[in-house]
């Protein structure tokens, strides 16, 4: 059994808590807690510390908190040449502490708090900083994911900002899309197939090929139409901006 | 058995066709095509015909084309006073010829050519100019799908606007994180899992709820990141006006 400690009790700690504890080749081992909470059902309470001198000895450790803790507590590790990563999308390798071995276990995806997700789907983005210690890191990985791959910090930072775009723009055009309905009396649940659609529409269609829609046929009239029916000055600029985006795109490429 | 006929070839006519051709309380008597092309595996040929005075008596008229010949189609229809209703998100009721009773048979979905569609859970926005004809117009709907709406043309209106936001410019935004990837030499596909999972919290959280990231928690640092890493400008606007919008929202309103 390949030993692993996580360090962290948020979303993404917990989350990865219980899809290791289903794994067959990976064993955790502690759990670093500042808040001694429970963590989950998964998890034994004596695995659980919030004292960093007791940290036995694992054959990897996990930092699963927030972007800006990142630095700090890896430089709090007791501990020194062990292999340590970090979970997040956004902070560089560099952001670890030097006097561990650094890596970096990143799960691409959106984790709700007390919903179940099957990991098996996730892909998880590694890297580390020497080449002999890759093959430990996919081996944690595989063992909760079919899904692996090999990304580089500058490739990473590329899949962050892309991930900005097709999750937490795309959500808050959701919630425009939401409003207009309140707004106008309908409910928001008619919208709901087809936002279903369209994610699944990538399946088998590149999002260029897949793109419908007055601005994309230039549909002067029905993009006029649209632009004096929104009275609310954020849609409306919202709307302007991203069919004009759509109208021009290639232009000027 | 009711008889309709359906005047249109293209996308949305072909995939009525498809669905009318399962019903066992809706008959398609004929099907007008300028083009007599070859529609679809369940239709007769001799069912088809492009000759406005062949047009035989039918409960329900339903006319698919697109938005700016519906006009001049319905004016072109030999016979008065009979049920005819188009099939358009935007089209204004009125659009259609006076000399019949007037109604939309709106199916709120993307259609994709050769895709097959499970019509059970389209949902069909309803209206119709007299009270007597929406019974009809119901049991046409009712045939093929679990999901009726009755909407008003102001609501229909709000829908359609409501559906270029969630479907047209999240397929965009879809677009521009593909473009990231592709510029950046990483695979689109380690996206996919995430869009999927973010149309699918919809199914628990409302839009509002589900709204994570940067902009959101106000991560000013991440940002900055984000708007130095985009160095084409078209994304880059983007990103500024979603995160500003996204920071902003609720404190105009």
Known sequence: MIKITIIGSGNVAQHLIDAFAKSNTVEIIQVFSRTQKNISVNLSSSKITNDWNAL?????????????????????????????????????????????????????????KGKAIDFKNIPFCLETQSENDYELLEKVAQSISDSIYKIDSHQRKALHVAAVFVNNFTNYLYQLGSEICQENNVSFDILKPLIHETAEKLLTLSPKDAQTGPAKRNDISTIEAHESFLSNENQSTIYKILTQSIQNHGKKL
């Open 56 to 112: 036995t000895q694992a054959d990897l450790y996990i930092i699963a908190v927030s972007d800006d803790a990142i630095s700090s507590v890896s430089s709090l590790l007791p501990f020194e040449n062990r292999l340590v990563v970090h979970t997040s999308g956004s902070a560089a390798l560099t952001s670890l502490d030097d006097k561990n071995r650094k890596g970096v276990f990143y799960p691409l995806q959106t984790f709700t």
